[in-house]
């Protein structure tokens, strides 16, 4: 059954935040996009590629012209993800389409004679007859597409040093251990460094640190093994309790394939919850500004690390 008007492969999450009104998607919105993706593109050839504002294909540095004839007649191999990335590989190439949503991009799969979206910036139209369109819309311009050659292992080469997500089975845990005590550096700061771990922004990040009862300032290097261990396991619950919700969703601009937004909102234990109790303790939740950002934290199941004397 072919997704009706309206419906989406998937979107961005802009999380209204009394610091910053919208964050980039973080691991589980994007992995939505991606199993949407590989349902309803993979396995489908270009027949032409329409950009609509340059700003859209800013990274592919060749220019929109090069972009859609570098995808015209390739057929499209499974949706990949990493982190907060995702790419559809070429499969009769050693080259891959790279997406970014930034903080309001969406991926639509529309049928071809639906109105075009006010912010739409890229059509992918394809040789077949099923109906549908690929349609990149944006209406900050800050995600986009690109195109670009893939490493030996098969992602495209500008991410190679992103760090994989605790959800990839081959990632290292003990290699992130040794990283953390070499750090100086803070939990919070540690998990959303994409060099370290993959994936993780500020809402999951709080979400996780309530789980594990540590403080967002807790020191990297004070942290023993089972703690970081117990730790990257809250932080797999919480990614994988998002999948199974559909993701978070605080306004209308994140759906997923069916159109319907993700209510993983509804299950939140300290990421905007200021001043309600806490659901393990009944303390307050409290909010601090972090990094242009919020961190949201219960004063007492996380207590602030000591001061050094």
């Known amino acids: 059954m072919l997704p009706a008007t309206g419906q989406y492969a998937g979107g961005a999450t802009p999380i209204r935040d009394p610091l910053r009104r919208s964050h980039v998607p973080e691991l589980p919105e994007v992995e939505v996009v991606r199993r949407g993706l590989e349902r309803w593109v993979s396995g489908r050839t270009v027949a032409g590629v ?22 015209k007649g390739h057929r499209i191999g499974a949706a990949r993800r990493r982190g907060k990335y995702l790419w559809l590989p070429l499969e009769d190439t050693s080259a891959s389409v790279l997406g970014h949503l930034g903080m309001s991009g969406q ?12 912010h739409l910036r890229v059509r992918i139209r394809f040789d077949d007859t099923l109906g549908t369109e690929l349609r990149f819309v944006d209406q900050r311009t800050f995600g986009g ?33 040794a990283a953390l005590r070499l750090r100086r550096t803070t939990i919070k700061r540690a998990l959303l460094d994409q060099s370290l771990v993959s994936g ?85 939740i409290r909010r601090r500004p972090w990094m242009n950002r919020s961190s949201y934290f219960c004063p007492r199941c996380q207590r602030p690390p000591r001061l050094s004397s």
């Open 50 to 71: 329409e950009v609509l504002h340059p700003r859209a294909v800013r990274r592919h540095l060749a220019g929109a012209g090069d972009f859609a004839a570098g995808l």
């Open 200 to 284: 993780v922004g500020n809402i999951y990040a709080d979400e996780a640190l309530w789980r594990a009862k540590l403080h967002y300032e807790r020191p990297t290097s004070t942290l023993p093994r089972p703690r970081s261990v117990e730790l990257l396991d809250h932080v797999r619950e919480v990614m994988n309790a998002a999948l199974v919700a559909g993701g978070t969703s605080f306004d209308s601009l994140y759906v997923n394939v069916n159109g319907e937004s993700g209510y993983f909102d509804r299950s939140l234990d300290a990421y905007g919850r200021e001043d309600e109790p806490c659901r393990r303790c009944g303390t307050a």
């Open 107 to 118: 991926l639509l799969v529309q049928p071809e004679d639906a109105p075009d979206e006010k």
């Open 145 to 177: 597409l690109s195109l670009h050659p893939n490493t030996p292992e098969g992602a495209p080469d500008v991410i190679a040093h992103i760090a994989l997500d605790p959800l990839d089975p081959a990632f290292d845990e003990a290699a992130f251990h």
